[in-house]
T-cell receptor
Framework: NAGVTQTPKFRVLKTGQSMTLLCAQD?????MYWYRQDPGMGLRLIHY???????AKGEVPDGYNVSRLKKQNFLLGLESAAPSQTSVYFC?????????????FGQGTRLTVV | QKEVEQDPGPLSVPEGAIVSLNCTYS??????FMWYRQYSRKGPELLMY??SSGNKEDGRFTAQVDKSSKYISLFIRDSQPSDSATYLC????????????WGLGTSLAVNP
């Protein structure tokens, strides 16, 4: 009964390095989301996906790319990390339109860019 | 002006107190209203969900929506130390891929 699993849980990157955050859900949800959470800024949507093979930009997409090659996985990539991308990243998933809008969240990835 | 406003607190109350948490919003199209609870270093989890106006009760928790005032509330009765967390309101409108618009969250501490 895993729900939404994020990998890794912690990471320290040097400026300019790249990395990929993996999100996996086992609830057969259509919708998946990547958020970042910063003090005083709340949860901000980076990118989201309404189904396998689709992605769309959220509120703060710059500097990030995503892919949804399989329905259960949603990857968030940082091509060239910057200190401004130091944050806690949350993945979430939810049912498709017409169903409850409850979003289930992962435990978060704490990323520090030095 | 943000679409959703929420006082970040912090709010500190004694155990057993009634807690009132609030959010205001500006978009009259919002129909779905949610309260999420987030413990320290954890992801948010859904606490209460309300569609349109009215009240909803679940144990010690009551959610209220006043669409005429664009104001939602979460009441916690007989608050417990285990209720210490950040409470985030979220809302969405029909269509728009059901994207949630979030408040900043209110930090609550319930003291034994």
């Amino acid at each position: 009964n895993a729900g939404v699993t994020q990998t890794p849980k912690f990471r320290v990157l040097k400026t300019g390095q790249s990395m990929t955050l993996l999100c996996a859900q086992d609830m057969n949800h259509e919708y998946m989301y990547w958020y970042r959470q910063d003090p005083g800024m709340g949860l901000r949507l980076i990118h989201y996906s309404v189904g396998e093979g689709t992605t769309a930009k959220g509120e703060v997409p710059d500097g990030y790319n995503v892919s949804r090659l399989k329905k259960q996985n949603f990857l968030l990539g940082l091509e060239s990390a910057a200190p401004s991308q130091t944050s806690v990243y949350f993945c979430a998933s939810s049912y498709s339109i017409g169903r409850d809008t409850e979003a289930f969240f992962g435990q978060g990835t704490r990323l520090t860019v030095v | 002006q943000k679409e959703v406003e929420q006082d970040p607190g912090p709010l500190s109350v004694p155990e057993g107190a009634i807690v009132s948490l609030n959010c205001t919003y500006s978009n009259s199209a919002f129909q779905y209203f949610m309260w999420y609870r987030q413990y320290s270093r954890k992801g948010p989890e859904l606490l209460m969900y309300t569609y349109s106006s009215g009240n909803k009760e679940d144990g010690r928790f009551t959610a209220q929506v006043d669409k005429s005032s664009k104001y939602i509330s979460l009441f916690i009765r007989d608050s417990q130390p285990s209720d210490s967390a950040t409470y985030l309101c979220a809302m969405s409108a029909p269509g728009n891929n059901r994207k949630l618009i979030w408040g900043l969250g209110t930090s609550l501490a319930v003291n034994p």
